[in-house]
């Protein structure tokens, strides 16, 4: 399963095209679907500000900030993935599996608990230092004359549940009322996200997303192991923990603002190595652009299921990520 080949698919700009459009007509959708329909017409007039007045609300205050919150979730979620699956040359490695979305889980959910009127352009700053001390920990633990990828990922799996099993042991012991925010959030869900949440994550990824392909290179080399790095004349260590700080902070991020939607870092990756191969710089790209098509989908379907009645976006990818993954280990069951 550690197995990884530089070659590339489809060219890179049909596929970002495609990937743009797509995400386009899917952010549409979200603004029109709802208890309360939005027609074509007026829904992108509402958003510049010639729209009819009835519809500014329900458009410009509910629909079109939580999809595009949605869109930024999914591409740091994906995003962090890819980087993790390089540094780590496995495949199957996530945020959700190596422990980094269970730290900041863990200490987003303690926040929520403990200080209930936290600003929420705290919460990403609050997960990040969760995220950033599973990893450290993960890091620590799986150290023996240096950090070799197979270690963190098994190191970050038990990680991952003891965050988990501390995020049980809060909900079991605090105010039930707090227990109920909590659990909504711990789902995964884009429900009531804001301009308030969109603001707050927006830097992190305008910061990081470039600043990862920028170190596209280095993480090819990382990718060709160890040996090969360090005869390419790269500080594997060095670029590894940088990576890996890279990973943690956009999967902290965006935990803080949307909870724990699960797979996202597993499949972008995975339908975007399908799509343009596994150069980092083409990789990176079309993963954001996967990622934030998958959560943005997912959340339509949350809301178009069964109105009024709305499921937790997490609900959703998990029920397409599980399958998924049962299916990556069925196809690289023979690999070594």
Request: charged share 10%; net charge positive.
């Amino acid at each position: 399963m550690s197995r990884f080949t530089l070659s590339a698919s489809a060219p890179l700009w049909p596929v970002i095209v495609v990937l743009i459009a797509a995400n386009f007509i899917v952010l549409s959708m979200s603004i029109m679907i709802g208890e309360y329909p939005v027609p074509l017409s007026q829904a992108w007039k509402t958003i510049i500000g010639i729209g009819e007045p009835e519809y500014e609300f329900v458009v410009n205050q509910l629909r079109f900030p939580r999809s595009l919150v949605a869109f930024l979730v999914g591409c740091g979620l994906a995003l962090s993935g890819a980087i993790l699956q390089g540094i780590t040359r496995n495949p199957l490695a996530a945020p959700g599996v190596i422990g980094i979305n269970g730290g900041a889980a863990l200490m987003a959910v303690t926040a929520i608990i403990a200080l209930p009127s936290v600003p929420i352009a705290l919460l990403p700053f609050i997960a990040f230092s969760g995220a950033l001390g599973a990893a450290a920990l993960t890091y620590f633990l799986a150290w023996r004359r240096g950090a070799a990828p197979m270690r963190l990922l098994l190191v970050g799996v038990g990680v991952g549940a003891a965050s988990h099993a501390y995020i049980t042991f809060w909900m079991t012991t605090r105010h039930v009322q707090n227990i109920k925010q909590a659990m909504i959030w711990l789902m995964g869900s884009t429900y009531g996200r804001t301009w308030d949440h969109f603001w707050p994550l927006l830097p992190w990824l305008l910061i990081l997303f470039p600043t990862a392909l920028l170190m596209s290179r280095t993480l090819d080399i990382l990718k060709l192991g160890d040996e090969l790095s360090i005869g390419l004349g790269s500080s594997v260590e060095r670029s590894r923990g940088l990576l890996l700080l890279i990973s943690v902070s956009l999967a902290g991020a965006s935990v803080a603002m949307a909870g724990t939607i699960g797979f996202i870092g597993l499949m972008g990756p995975h339908i975007a190595r399908q799509l343009v191969g596994q150069t980092s710089r083409r990789l990176l790209s079309v993963s954001a652009l996967v990622g934030g098509l998958i959560v943005m989908s997912a959340d339509l379907l949350g809301r178009a299921l069964l109105p009024p009645i709305e499921i937790p976006t997490g609900i959703i990818t998990t029920a397409i990520g599980a399958p998924y993954l049962i299916y990556l280990l069925y196809r690289n069951r023979n690999r070594p």
